[in-house]
């Protein structure tokens, strides 16, 4: 008698071939991928770009906002409104 292995006693099931549909999802799958990547390259260079810009404005508003404040308080004082 045979020596019982999983091989001997189950017959292999042949690999199903690649319908259409299946080609129709990778692709589409595929191309979501790529999108989804492009967006995320895209919003970390603009975030990158936004927070450069913000922490060269930064520097440069509170020195305005200094301004604006000091001529309000002149304005309380002289009794202006």
């Known amino acids: 008698m045979a020596k019982i292995t999983k091989d001997t006693l189950f017959k292999a099931e042949k690999p ?7 080609k129709t999802t990778r692709a589409a799958w595929e191309i979501l991928d790529d999108e989804a990547e492009k967006r995320e390259t895209k919003t970390a260079r603009l975030r990158k770009a936004r927070l450069e810009r913000e922490a060269s ?25």
């Open 16 to 22: 199903r071939a690649e319908t259409l549909i299946d």
């Open 57 to 81: 404005t930064v520097t440069k508003a509170p020195q305005a906002q200094i301004k604006d404040a000091a001529q309000k308080t002149r304005v309380k004082a002289d009794g202006k409104s």
